[in-house]
């Protein structure tokens, strides 16, 4: 029984893998917080890709300090 799940594990990340790959993720080697997020998402809904799901993730940019003079 664990050996299905595994391999069903396994075939849902390769589906959302081409999901991915499908919407051009893998096409720019630089990233940013939001485009990984998004490859991840996408990896981790799998099938859902073809269903409708279209996950995005809005990384909040942080405003770091500068250190004084």
Not at 2 to 27: C, E, N
Not at 43 to 48: D, F, I, K, N, T
Request: aromatic share 8%; hydrophobic share 45%; with cysteine.
């Amino acid at each position: 029984m664990g050996r299905l799940i595994g391999i069903l594990l396994v075939v849902w990340l390769v589906i959302g893998a081409i999901a991915a790959f499908q919407r051009g993720y893998f096409d720019d080697t630089r990233t940013n917080c939001s485009e990984a997020s998004d490859i991840a998402l996408t990896v981790v809904a799998g099938p859902l890709n073809y269903l409708g799901v279209n996950p995005k993730v809005t990384c909040a940019d942080v405003d770091v300090p500068e250190p004084s003079k």
